[in-house]
């Protein structure tokens, strides 16, 4: 199977301690859990969903979305996980403003005329790690962040979910098996990418046996 991971500095593999880019990262674990396998990896830091950042404006999915697509065909699997960086302050984005964003990607990805004379590939959509709650004790990293932003990534699973469900498009929810790290309790560490890595491993397992 060709599979396509589409994300943020969650996917790409941001370490916060340095900034620089784990090699460990889930995409990267899942390679060596699935040899069989062909992982395609579309990690941008800072990417969303569809707002514009004012700063790097290449950072917007939904632009770039049928140019990503086209650019990687065929594949059999498309996994997206996104949503935190529109958590961000700035945006002053809701859940559901969240949820609209992975509507529009679903639509996008199960569109036959991006895939021509290729298969429609199957979708799994991954709601993220939540932002923790001690970024309000200690303080933003990145100054991006505040109350709302954690109040927000809690609801985020439960939104994403009912459009998944809407779609019948396959869904998990990483916070139910990783975390942020606590060095700026927007990113994961390496061990947390393991973690994901594993499930992401037993959920696509899973949709090729069709369970």
């Known amino acids: 199977m060709r599979i396509l991971c589409i994300g943020d500095s969650n996917t790409w593999g941001y370490n916060p301690t340095n900034g620089q880019r784990y090699k460990r990262r889930w995409t990267k674990v899942l390679v060596g859990l ?20 004012p700063v790097i404006k290449e950072r917007c999915g939904i632009t770039g979305l049928k140019m990503l697509l086209m650019s990687h065909k065929p594949v059999d699997y ?57 970024l309000l004790e200690n303080g933003d990293v990145f100054g991006e962040f505040d109350e709302n932003s954690v109040l927000q990534s809690k ?35 390496e061990e947390n990418h393991r973690k994901l890595a594993e499930a992401v491993n037993f959920k696509l397992r899973e949709m090729f046996e069709g369970v």
């Not at 290729?118 to 799994?124: D, S």
């Not at 439960?158 to 700026?184: G, H, P, T, W």
């Open 78 to 134: 498309v996994v997206v996980m996104l949503g935190t960086n529109e958590m961000k302050k700035f945006f002053e984005c809701s859940a559901d403003y969240v949820a609209k964003g992975i509507r529009e990607f679903i639509e996008v990805i199960q569109n036959p005329e991006i895939w021509q004379r290729f298969q429609v590939p199957k979708l799994l959509i991954i709601s993220p790690v939540l932002i923790r709650e001690e």
């Open 155 to 189: 609801c985020l699973a439960r939104a994403i979910e009912k459009v998944c469900r809407e779609y019948k498009v396959e869904f998990m929810n990483a916070a139910d098996y990783a975390e942020a790290s606590l060095v700026d309790y927007i990113h994961m560490d």
């Open 34 to 53: 699935m040899p069989e396998n062909e992982i395609v990896e579309e990690g941008l830091n800072g990417r969303t969903l569809l707002s514009a950042d």
